[in-house]
């Protein structure tokens, strides 16, 4: 039996950091079957605990790691297995917790398939991806993560409305309202009002009132308009 991932692995220099993703790279890029799910699981694994333990201190070479290595991630992202799905989307949200700002180049790569994710009958994984999407909210505070969810409110998946506008939320309670107020952005949260506020499920309807009520107090000047 392979010996335990640690939960914290110390990067306390670059050249520790890049030894750890020489390691985890070819595990990471392998196709998904019976015989190797578990390797990639691991891999993910330690990569999480590589970012616990100070990765994310070298962002150009974790960032570079995270891109390079995108399309291996939302494969393990994507898998029926919800051990593998869970252990990527914990790793997408560790790393923006970690990277902050800096994680806004792998938005592109990572945000449109957590959102993807929340189409799925399974609500563990709604869950999980709901959860990531609002670490990356919280810790990133990147404006234009509203584009993508404005965008995912005029998809069909109930789900995928639900866990974008309370996402849109989420950016009112958390984002720096200078960011918010400039116009481009406003128009978006008020986008994202007019779209669900007549949803067909209660539920998308219900947060899209708590929506606008969060906009009334931050945007009273143009709700007066």
């Not at 996402?167 to 984002?175: D, E, G, P, R, Y």
């Not at 309202?177 to 994202?192: C, N, S």
Request: glycine share 4%.
């Amino acid at each position: 039996m392979p010996a335990p991932i640690p939960s914290v692995i110390q990067c306390e220099s670059r050249s520790t950091l890049e030894h750890e993703l020489d390691i985890i790279r070819p595990q990471l890029n392998l196709t998904e079957t019976e015989e190797t799910w578990d390797v990639i699981f691991r891999a993910l694994s330690r990569l999480i605990a590589v970012c616990k333990g100070g990765g994310c201190d070298y962002p150009c070479e974790l960032i570079a790691f995270l891109r390079d290595s995108s399309r291996s991630v939302i494969s393990a992202l994507n898998s029926e297995r919800s051990r593998l799905s869970g252990c990527a989307a914990d790793v997408i949200g560790l790393a923006a917790s970690g990277l902050g700002r800096s994680f806004e180049p792998l938005l592109l790569s990572f945000l449109p398939a957590l959102l993807t994710l929340c189409t799925r009958p399974n609500k563990l994984f709604i869950n999980r991806a709901r959860s990531s999407i609002l670490l990356i909210i919280e810790h990133t505070q990147i404006p234009s993560i509203l584009s993508f969810l404005v965008s995912s409110l005029k998809e069909k998946s109930v789900s995928l409305r639900l866990a974008a506008i309370e996402c849109v939320l989420a950016c009112l309670n958390s984002f720096d309202p200078q960011d918010l107020e400039k116009d481009a952005r406003a128009k978006e949260i008020e986008t994202a009002i007019k779209l669900t506020a007549t949803d067909p499920s209660a539920e998308v309807r219900k947060a899209s009132r708590r929506v606008f009520e969060t906009y009334k107090v931050l945007f009273e000047h143009r709700v007066e308009r």
